[in-house]
């Protein structure tokens, strides 16, 4: 849609789309970033705003990190949201439309409450006043500009139920007393008092962020109309009206969207949507009107929407996907729709099969496990779910499911890796093999601890090079001569190998010239990068100072990325030492897969694929399949204290994409503690 109507989006004609976390996505925001506060382009009056903004923002803690590193946390922590409703960011009345408490301006009226409130506690309840009458002060001095008075000893905590009318006692070592409407009026007042105060300090706070996040979001918008270089989330929000900040810069980008539906209608009969559940509401948003007008076409016309999906594979939560519009979607065209469960499968084995029946049949739930659930989500899932079975049509094939716990207290890596012996002992040749961890991260502790035991392993996904000293020692280095007054890369290089060479040179902090002796420094090394690029750079003024015969095979790796990256830099002729310090922290790669290594992926980048031998780690203590605890190669346990019979063992992700059927499972003898990765049937589709 975008670039059939480029022109009438305000976007050039060339779109470059990239994934949100992808290293050009990154590298694109960290460029924005770094021209946002770069002094050569941006005005004084421009910096000292966002610096007050930041203040706001951080309750004046802006100072500890720098600007770019405080901007990148909010993006990524605030920016879908901003973007579409920034003008209201900080605004009580929006947020409390029939009224929000008030803070009392006056410090002596709180002072007042405050001597009130002690006179009749002391009354009162004097077994209790003094430990009451800190924390009341507190309440009575907070300010927006003060920290949050802690609640922790169990007498203050109970102050906050005086909140509630119908609370008037306070209990203290099983001893409860009774409060009076004179001593409970100056008290909830005070309360109220602290409530409404951290209400507007969270306020500002909020209002401080959408501040200091406008001028990047005018910044970004500004480059994706210039170059039309965009993540996938850019494209929807542009598509759907949901920037704020770039429809107010095309204020005819709503009757032109109007004129693109009307367009695409004309030359459009027939949608078919794949992997629904993974649909988003505001990508559903873009999508409705088509479909609305497809579903009830004029008599005569022959147009079709078809969407399938399944409903188990929302809990990777992939892009914002929204199951719920499976059934909201077939609510609104009831009439038009035909529903149909494929719940019969062609390509997974038995055992895969019974696994999965046995792992999402509510009957086989215990008492407590109904009891910890949510009603209205096993209702849901009662109406969803249909057990699987076997096309007769499919070859039979022979495969193992099971549940293994490892031993109390023990790496989940070591048991894993006595389940990887058991196979190459015992096993078939040839075993492809893949282990599916939920984030890269736990990917990574994982493969580490199994190439220390002597597998060989291929991590798939994207990583940085940052896991070698190394490239730490080359990114000071690079940083000392593009910034000689950076005292950390310096200190940084005087304690490393290289001190030998240049701290004679460029001199120590306590000598006297150190600076004029780093600048010099500077402008020697600047004149042979312009001249020779950065590769050389590096092979001829670093390498030769740092031992390269001592090297770990990880390290001459790394080495090796780094040049790569150079070298890549060089032929683009950007051999900006600042732009080539972002690529450095951006850059991100990838194992090659060779025949015999045991494959780590992802879950998600699992979809599709096929494997002999699936091994999915799991700790028994994770609160969600998105915060499964500890990497799996940390000693939290993977799995229930007991198996049960038959035991319910993970498969690997059903995907509707694969193309061909994956490997069947061999029998291996003896059978092998492992899981058998066929994919299961979709449930349910429309």
């Known amino acids: 849609m975008a670039r059939a109507f480029a022109f009438e989006l305000g976007l050039p004609a060339a779109i470059t789309l990239m994934d949100t976390q992808s290293p050009e996505g990154r590298e694109e925001q960290a460029k924005l970033l770094a021209n946002l506060t770069d002094p050569r382009r941006i005005t004084k009056k421009a910096r000292n705003d966002l610096l007050k903004a930041l203040t706001l923002a951080t309750h004046g803690q802006a100072s500890k990190k720098s600007i770019e590193t405080t901007l990148q946390t909010f993006l990524d922590h605030y920016a879908p949201t901003l973007r579409a409703t920034a003008r209201h960011w900080g605004d009580l009345t929006r947020a409390f439309p029939q009224g929000h408490p008030r803070p009392i301006a006056d410090p002596s009226h709180r002072r007042q409450l405050l001597q009130t409130a002690q006179t009749s506690l002391q009354a009162e309840a004097p077994q209790i006043a003094d430990r009451l009458l800190p924390t009341l002060r507190a309440c009575a001095q907070f300010t927006p500009d003060h920290p949050l008075p802690k609640f922790e000893e169990t007498l203050p905590k109970q102050l906050l139920t005086l909140l509630d009318p119908s609370q008037t006692t306070l209990t203290y070592n099983r001893k409860t007393y009774p409060l009076s409407q004179q001593t409970l009026t100056p008290i909830r007042a005070l309360l109220t008092h602290l409530a409404a105060t951290d209400l507007q300090r969270h306020a500002r706070q909020t209002h401080g962020i959408a501040l200091a996040l406008e001028p990047y979001l005018q910044l970004e918008s500004n480059h994706i109309i210039r170059t039309g270089r965009m993540t996938f989330d850019d494209l929807t929000r542009l598509l759907t009206l949901a920037d704020a900040t770039f429809t107010s810069a095309h204020p005819t980008l709503l009757e032109k969207r109007i004129y693109i539906d009307f367009r695409m209608d004309t030359r459009l009969d027939h949608y078919m949507l794949d992997e629904f559940q993974d649909t988003s509401d505001r990508q559903w948003q873009l999508l409705q009107p088509l479909i609305s007008e497809v579903v009830t076409p004029p008599p005569g016309e022959k147009r079709s929407f078809f969407y399938v999906g399944d409903v188990k594979q929302s809990i990777y939560g992939w892009r914002g996907g929204n199951y719920h519009l499976f059934g909201q979607i077939h609510d609104q065209y009831r009439p038009w729709l035909t529903q149909r469960q494929l719940n019969q499968s062609f390509r997974s084995s038995p055992p895969v099969i019974q696994t999965i029946n046995h792992a999402f049949d509510l009957t086989r739930l215990t008492q407590t496990t109904r009891q910890n659930l949510p009603p209205a989500t096993l209702q849901f899932w009662q109406n969803q779910w249909q057990p699987h079975t076997i096309s007769p049509k499919s070859k039979p094939r022979n495969g193992i499911a099971e549940l293994i716990t490892h031993p109390p207290g023990a790496p989940a890596s070591d048991t894993i890796g006595d389940i990887l012996r058991h196979l190459q002992s015992h096993g078939p040749k040839q075993l492809s093999i893949a282990i599916l961890t939920r984030s890269n991260d736990q990917g990574a502790h994982l493969a580490q601890a199994l190439k220390s035991q ?42 490393s190998p290289l001190a030998a060479t240049y701290a004679p040179a460029c001199g120590t902090p306590t000598e006297p010239g150190t600076q004029a002796l780093r600048t010099a420094f500077s402008h020697t090394h600047l004149r042979h990068l312009h001249r020779h690029g950065l590769q050389n750079l590096l092979n001829n003024h670093l390498l030769p100072f740092l031992c390269p015969q001592t090297f770990t095979p990880h390290d001459t790796r790394r080495w090796r990325d780094l040049l790569r990256l150079a070298r890549h830099a060089d032929q683009n002729g950007d051999t900006d030492l600042d732009t080539f310090l972002r690529a450095i922290q951006s850059h991100t790669i990838q194992d090659t897969p060779t025949a015999g290594t045991i494959r780590i992926m992802t879950i998600h980048k699992s979809k599709g694929l096929g494997f002999n031998i699936v091994i999915l780690p799991f700790p028994e203590h994770g609160e969600s399949l998105s915060n499964p605890a500890p990497p799996p190669s940390s000693p939290a346990p993977t799995g229930p204290s007991s198996a049960p019979t038959p035991p319910p063992a993970s498969s690997s992700p059903p995907s509707p994409n694969t193309t061909s059927p994956p490997a069947p499972t061999k029998p291996t003898k003896p059978s092998p503690p492992s899981t058998s990765p066929s994919p299961a049937p979709k449930t349910p589709s429309t």
């Not at 070698?468 to 950390?488: C, G, K, M, Q």
């Open 454 to 495: 002597g597998f060989p392993i291929a991590l798939e996904g994207n990583r940085d090079i940052l896991d070698s000293p190394l490239i730490h020692l080359a990114i000071s280095f690079l940083r000392a001569i593009s910034h000689p007054a950076d005292t950390a890369a310096w200190g940084h290089l005087l304690i």
